[in-house]
């Protein structure tokens, strides 16, 4: 079993639609969650970042970390079609010296217009 | 400021074959961090270099390697190619190595191995 699991979709949505993507983990060691989105021919770039359990807004996106229940997610309101892309999470354990993301597989997400 | 730069975008060996990528970070970012990216295994971590040092490195074979010289850049080497070594290949620097600083991705290098 992987240590970071995502529903890899792929996941269709009219535009103005609410996206909600989510993240399931095992590690409990994790502390450090991101949101990466990634359009085609591109490297991911990073949505979100999160440190605590509760939400984080910014914009259109909110992120959600339950640490309890080792669970993340992605909120998008009023999507629009410039955000169709993959959609990954992403966490780590460590706050100092030599990090290492471990990354889900990825949410492809399509804003129909 | 420019961002990550990667060179080739695209390559194609055969197996048994030896390949090496470039990646140029941010001007001022001292760490390098290298993931492999497959349809089957998702982004999985290679390799971190900050200062010319390697400071962590991920699950993958003796086969895979890489070094980072004095201007920050770096390089990947990956010796005799597998078929399963086909994947997006993508580099990414941060000023410092902490999880709080920002990785900046590039956009890829695309190898295929026939």
């Known amino acids: 079993q992987k240590e970071v699991e995502q529903d890899p979709g792929p996941l269709s949505v009219p535009e103005g639609a609410i996206v909600s993507l989510n993240c399931t983990y095992s590690?409990?060691?994790?502390?450090?969650f991101m949101w990466y989105r990634q359009y085609s021919r591109k490297g991911p770039e990073l949505l979100m970042y999160?440190?605590?359990?509760g939400n984080k807004e910014d914009g259109r996106f909110t992120a959600q970390v339950d640490k309890s229940s080792k669970y993340i997610s992605l909120f998008i309101r009023d999507s629009q079609p410039s955000d169709s892309a993959t959609y990954l999470c992403a966490m780590t354990a460590r706050a100092g010296s030599a990090r290492q993301l471990t990354f889900g597989s990825g949410t492809q997400l399509t804003v129909l217009p | 400021k420019a961002g990550v730069t990667q060179t080739p975008r695209y390559l194609i060996k055969t197996r048994g074959q030896q390949v090496t990528l470039s990646c140029s970070p941010i001007?001022?970012?001292?760490?390098v961090s290298w993931y492999q990216q497959t349809p089957g295994q998702g982004l999985q971590f290679l390799f971190e270099?900050?200062?010319?040092?390697?400071?962590n490195k991920g699950n993958f074979p003796g086969r895979f390697s890489g070094r980072q010289f004095s201007n920050s850049r770096s390089e990947m080497n990956v010796s005799t190619l597998e078929l399963g070594d086909s994947a997006l290949y993508l580099c990414?620097?941060?000023?410092?190595?902490?999880?709080?600083?920002?990785?900046?991705f590039g956009p890829g290098t695309r190898l295929t191995v026939l």
């Open positions: 001007s001022g970012h001292r760490s």
């Open positions: 990414a620097s941060s000023e410092g190595t902490t999880a709080y600083n920002e990785q900046f």
């Open positions: 999160t440190y605590s359990s």
């Open positions: 590690n409990s060691a994790f502390q450090y």
């Open positions: 270099y900050f200062s010319e040092t390697q400071r």
